[in-house]
T-cell receptor
Framework: DAMVIQNPRYQVTQFGKPVTLSCSQT?????MYWYQQKSSQAPKLLFH???????NEADTPDNFQSRRPNTSFCFLDIRSPGLGDAAMYLC????????????????FGDGTRLSIL | ELKVEQNPLFLSMQEGKNYTIYCNYS?????LYWYRQDPGKSLESLFV?????AVKQEGRLMASLDTKARLSTLHITAAVHDLSATYFC?????????FGKGTRLHILP
């Protein structure tokens, strides 16, 4: 059974048109992460939530925002997508902050592939 | 700044052969992860290595960690075609995971 669910799997939007990607989890994990992965590159962390506390990476563009209305859901909002934002967006969860966990890995969703027209 | 380097980035090998992927990282960390990613798919956690000298094995894959050398290895024994994928190592720093660029492994039948 899927534990980290991302919707939609594929998203097409127009240049400059706001888009929202969704992630939900059934694991009741405290931490949720958003990564951007461009073709043939490593995943790049955008931000994460520890419960309601939001932590933004220093180099994440202002164009990217996130919301976590409850434990189960987390959203990635791209306010004005540019062509360079086309990528796979991966949501992940972990039970606690990684520095505090023992051998618990992150659990990744299947990703949303975003295309910009 | 924490940097994670994998070597090689591309690897094509015959079925039945053995090979090793290397992961070096630049600053102290006591936790290292290996992930597998199939084309167009998400990341699958393979191993979490916690301490110096840690060794974990799953099927034909074996991972080890040397924290003093800041080196982890992923060894593939008697490769089979199903192991074709991209393999990422990643290192934990504070509450973040920093990924290497990945090793694209292609196993020829």
């Amino acid at each position: 059974d899927a534990m980290v669910i991302q919707n939609p799997r594929y998203q097409v939007t127009q240049f400059g048109k706001p888009v929202t990607l969704s992630c939900s989890q059934t694991l009741n994990h405290n931490v949720m992460y958003w990564y951007q992965q461009k073709s043939s590159q490593a995943p790049k962390l955008l931000f994460h939530y520890y419960d309601k506390d939001f932590n933004n990476e220093a180099d994440t563009p202002d164009n990217f925002q996130s919301r976590r209305p409850n434990t189960s859901f987390c959203f990635l909002d791209i306010r004005s997508p540019g062509l360079g934002d086309a990528a796979m967006y991966l949501c992940a969860t972990s039970r606690a902050l990684l520095v505090d966990t023992s051998n618990q890995p992150q659990h990744f969703g299947d990703g949303t592939r975003l295309s910009i027209l | 700044e924490l940097k994670v380097e994998q070597n090689p980035l591309f690897l094509s090998m015959q079925e039945g052969k053995n090979y090793t992927i290397y992961c070096n990282y630049s600053t102290t960390s006591d936790r290292l992860y290996w992930y597998r990613q199939d084309p167009g798919k998400s990341l699958e956690s393979l191993f979490v290595l916690l301490s110096n000298g840690a060794v974990k094995q799953e099927g034909r894959l074996m991972a080890s960690l040397d924290t003093k050398a800041r080196l982890s290895t992923l060894h593939i024994t008697a490769a089979v075609h199903d192991l074709s994928a991209t393999y990422f190592c990643a290192v934990n720093r504070d509450d973040k995971i920093i990924f290497g660029k990945g090793t694209r492994l292609h196993i020829l039948p």
